[in-house]
């Protein structure tokens, strides 16, 4: 058994019982808790996709994804969004690495627009993406759909998402990622489970087409977020 197919497997694992955790949990709550989810607030970003709509002024997330990714993100007068993450793996000699920034000029209960600009890179190369987001309230939940260019790209990259409240702690969230220039087209379908303090990603990536399929058949999601 190889190193990338025992973290798998750990990942795996945690997912499950941390999803069944908390599937106890909202089956405890009552019925009139569930009914509440409307008044819930959009995401200001799903799995890896920003939504259009920004963190509040002074809020501060402190992230984990995939056990090994670290990222923080600060909200700035309720309208821009400053984050950075890097690669913790101890001994690893690829540390890759990422900072943004997302304004979102224009907001309101039924939709939002905001731009934005990442700059990633390694210890070999860096790129600068740029772009666009629109976020939709549709029904009880929101549609978000973006657009991104950038040097690491020949074309763009087009994303589509949703986000969907069942219940005052949880939301069901997917992600559509497709490259313009290729057949490459990834799916992130799952679920955000939201304390007050904290909140906890979890899911799976699939390839839809192109080559990912050589690769994988799917890959499980899990990411947890502290929130000051």
Not at 39 to 51: C, G, K
Not at 122 to 139: C, H
């Amino acid at each position: 058994m190889n190193g990338r197919t025992s973290i798998h497997r750990v990942i795996l694992i945690l997912f499950i019982i941390i999803a069944n955790g908390f599937a106890a949990h909202l089956q405890a709550q009552s019925e009139a808790d569930r009914t509440e989810y409307p008044s819930q607030q959009p995401a200001t970003s799903l799995f890896v996709m920003p939504t259009a709509y920004p963190m509040q002024s002074g809020e501060v997330h402190l992230g984990l994804y995939e056990i090994f990714f670290a990222s923080g993100s600060v909200g700035i007068a309720n309208m821009v969004d400053v984050s950075a993450g890097t690669m913790l793996l101890p001994g690893q000699e690829l540390r890759p690495y990422y900072a943004g920034i997302k304004v979102s000029a224009l907001q309101s209960e039924s939709g939002a627009l905001a731009a934005g600009s990442v700059f990633t890179g390694d210890e070999d190369d860096d790129r600068l993406m740029f772009y666009a987001v629109g976020t939709l309230a549709l029904f009880d939940g929101w549609l978000s759909a973006g657009y991104s260019s950038g040097s690491q790209y020949d074309g763009g990259l087009a994303t589509m998402g949703v986000d969907y409240p069942i219940s005052r702690s949880a939301r069901i969230m997917s992600e559509f990622w497709i490259s313009t220039d290729s057949d490459e087209a990834l799916l992130n379908l799952g679920a955000r489970f939201q304390l007050d303090f904290m909140s906890l990603d979890v899911g799976f990536v699939f390839p839809v087409s192109g080559d990912g399929g050589d690769y994988f058949e799917y890959l499980p999601w899990l990411g947890g977020t502290f929130i000051l």
